[in-house]
Nanobody, 123 residues
Framework: VQLQASGGGVVHAGDSLRLSCAAS????????MGWFRQAPGKEREFVAA????????YYADSVKGRFTISRDNAKNMVYLQMNSLRPEDTGVYFC?????????????????WGQGTHVTVSS
C-alpha cells in the first residue's frame, strides 16, 4: 500500500483542519489505518486508528473528543477531522497502514507510511 497525506496548513488555535490520505493498492480495504504525528525534537506518537470496516476506532487521550478518523474504502481514502486545534497539535502528520487484524497503535505495527503533511497551530 502506498500512501499520500495532504491537507495540512497553518491555522489558529480553535480552528479545524481535515487531513486526507490517499492509498493505492488492492489490499487497502483490509488494512488497519492510522494517523501519527511528530513534533520537532519529539518521538513520533500515535493519534488515531481505524479498523478495516470503519466500525472500530481508537484515539490518543490528547485528541479524544476533538479528532475523528474515518475511511472510505470505495475511494481508498482515510481522513482525520481535527477540531478545536491547539498549539500542542503542531507537527508533521503521517498516515500509515497496518496488516494487523485488530486496531494497532504502535508505529512498529504499521508497515506502510505516507510522506507526512505539516500542521502548525498558532496561539
Amino acid at each position: 500500500v502506498q500512501l499520500q497525506a495532504s491537507g495540512g496548513g497553518v491555522v489558529h488555535a480553535g480552528d479545524s483542519l481535515r487531513l486526507s490520505c490517499a492509498a493505492s493498492g488492492r489490499t487497502f480495504s483490509r488494512r488497519v489505518m492510522g494517523w501519527f504525528r511528530q513534533a520537532p525534537g519529539k518521538e513520533r506518537e500515535f493519534v488515531a486508528a481505524i479498523n478495516w470496516s470503519g466500525g472500530s476506532t481508537y484515539y490518543a487521550d490528547s485528541v479524544k473528543g476533538r479528532f475523528t478518523i474515518s475511511r472510505d474504502n470505495a475511494k481508498n481514502m482515510v481522513y482525520l477531522q481535527m477540531n478545536s486545534l491547539r498549539p500542542e497539535d503542531t507537527g508533521v502528520y503521517f498516515c500509515a497502514a497496518s496488516p494487523s487484524i485488530t486496531i494497532a497503535t504502535m508505529p512498529a505495527d504499521f508497515t506502510s507510511w505516507g510522506q507526512g503533511t505539516h500542521v502548525t497551530v498558532s496561539s
